[in-house]
């Protein structure tokens, strides 16, 4: 099954990465296809909207969520027993964008200490959330008392840990930020207790940042459910294979978009030209 569909990742993977040059953010994320059948990887992820499916891993631009590399999770992520799983899908999902000055935004699962410094030595910023447990991380921010909207940061070049307390403890990792740089967010929130009742919101800016460009493949998946050209299908190659026809027609149209310079098509327009030759093709065959 896997052979049936890997020469066309390899291909797409290639021509995604060739027709288009990416604006400076990137973000990479898993997301989920629908798929119940009978298939040896079909994952379980409560969050996802699909919850049951085929899982992918996709590097997309934040501003437009053009896809630039895609891969399929088979039942097995790493490629050595050195390398943890997170770090080998973004390794091999980055492999061909490092040392270009590209800035990564990755979560808490893939990031690490380890691998940040990886991607910085080859020119590769990585802004991230991050799990406190992380070997390597300072352990001690943890441990300090912290007020709401407080922040404590702990910095060696290149890396910068921060904990900032919000209605939760948020723990990032940068390679692109020297300090904390609270900066305002250009809101405001109404405080009962306090004069005057509406005051800024304030953030760090390396969270204001992750928050601004981690959405790449959330707005990728969010288009393509709108618009899907996929039908009910019992083999699951199958419903990969459609899947990717689907991202390979919505690249073609940021393309189109950006080389054309138009802001007004929408991705559901687009499409309508496709399937009007494909309609002429029929008619005259």
Same mark, same amino acid.
């Given at each position: 099954?896997?052979?049936?569909?890997?020469?066309?990742?390899?291909?797409?993977?290639?021509?995604?990465?060739?027709?288009?040059?990416?604006?400076?953010?990137?973000?990479?994320?898993?997301?989920?296809?629908?798929?119940?059948?009978?298939?040896?990887?079909?994952?379980?992820?409560?969050?996802?909207?699909?919850?049951?499916?085929?899982?992918?891993?996709?590097?997309?631009?934040?501003?437009?969520?053009?896809?630039?590399?895609?891969?399929?999770?088979?039942?097995?992520?790493?490629?050595?027993?050195?390398?943890?799983?997170?770090?080998?899908?973004?390794?091999?999902?980055?492999?061909?964008?490092? /040392?270009?000055?590209?800035?990564?935004?990755?979560?808490?699962?893939?990031?690490?200490?380890?691998?940040?410094?990886?991607?910085?030595?080859?020119?590769?910023?990585?802004?991230?959330?991050?799990?406190?447990?992380?070997?390597?991380?300072?352990?001690?921010?943890?441990?300090?008392?912290?007020?709401?909207?407080?922040?404590?940061?702990?910095?060696?070049?290149?890396?910068?840990?921060?904990?900032?307390?919000?209605?939760?403890?948020?723990?990032?990792?940068?390679?692109?930020?020297?300090?904390?740089?609270?900066?305002?967010?250009?809101?405001?929130?109404?405080?009962?207790?306090?004069?005057?009742?509406?005051?800024?919101?304030?953030?760090?800016?390396?969270?204001?940042?992750?928050?601004?460009?981690?959405? /790449?493949?959330?707005?990728?998946?969010?288009?393509?459910?709108?618009?899907?050209?996929?039908?009910?299908?019992?083999?699951?190659?199958?419903?990969?294979?459609?899947?990717?026809?689907?991202?390979?027609?919505?690249?073609?149209?940021?393309?189109?978009?950006?080389?054309?310079?138009?802001?007004?098509?929408?991705?559901?327009?687009?499409?309508?030209?496709?399937?009007?030759?494909?309609?002429?093709?029929?008619?005259?065959?």
């Amino acid at each position: 099954k896997k052979k049936k569909i890997k020469n066309v990742v390899t291909y797409l993977n290639d021509k995604f990465q060739k027709m288009y040059k990416a604006d400076e953010n990137l973000s990479l994320d898993e997301s989920l296809i629908k798929f119940r059948g009978r298939l040896s990887y079909v994952q379980f992820i409560p969050k996802k909207r699909a919850r049951f499916g085929i899982k992918f891993y996709k590097l997309c631009e934040s501003k437009s969520g053009y896809c630039l590399a895609i891969q399929i999770y088979t039942g097995q992520d790493k490629k050595n027993e050195e390398t943890p799983a997170s770090e080998s899908v973004v390794l091999g999902l980055t492999e061909k964008i490092l /040392g270009k000055g590209y800035t990564l935004y990755l979560d808490s699962w893939y990031s690490s200490p380890k691998l940040y410094l990886k991607l910085w030595k080859k020119k590769t910023n990585v802004v991230g959330t991050v799990r406190p447990d992380r070997k390597n991380f300072p352990k001690e921010l943890k441990k300090i008392n912290l007020k709401k909207s407080e922040v404590v940061t702990r910095a060696r070049r290149p890396l910068l840990a921060l904990r900032w307390k919000d209605k939760r403890d948020v723990y990032m990792l940068s390679t692109k930020h020297v300090n904390a740089n609270i900066k305002n967010t250009g809101k405001t929130r109404r405080v009962k207790k306090r004069r005057p009742e509406i005051e800024d919101v304030k953030k760090p800016e390396c969270i204001i940042d992750y928050k601004k460009y981690m959405g /790449g493949v959330d707005r990728h998946d969010q288009i393509l459910a709108n618009f899907p050209i996929m039908r009910k299908f019992v083999k699951g190659y199958r419903k990969i294979f459609f899947y990717m026809m689907d991202m390979a027609l919505f690249n073609t149209c940021t393309l189109f978009l950006k080389i054309t310079n138009q802001k007004k098509v929408k991705f559901s327009e687009f499409l309508i030209e496709p399937c009007r030759n494909v309609t002429e093709t029929c008619r005259i065959i």
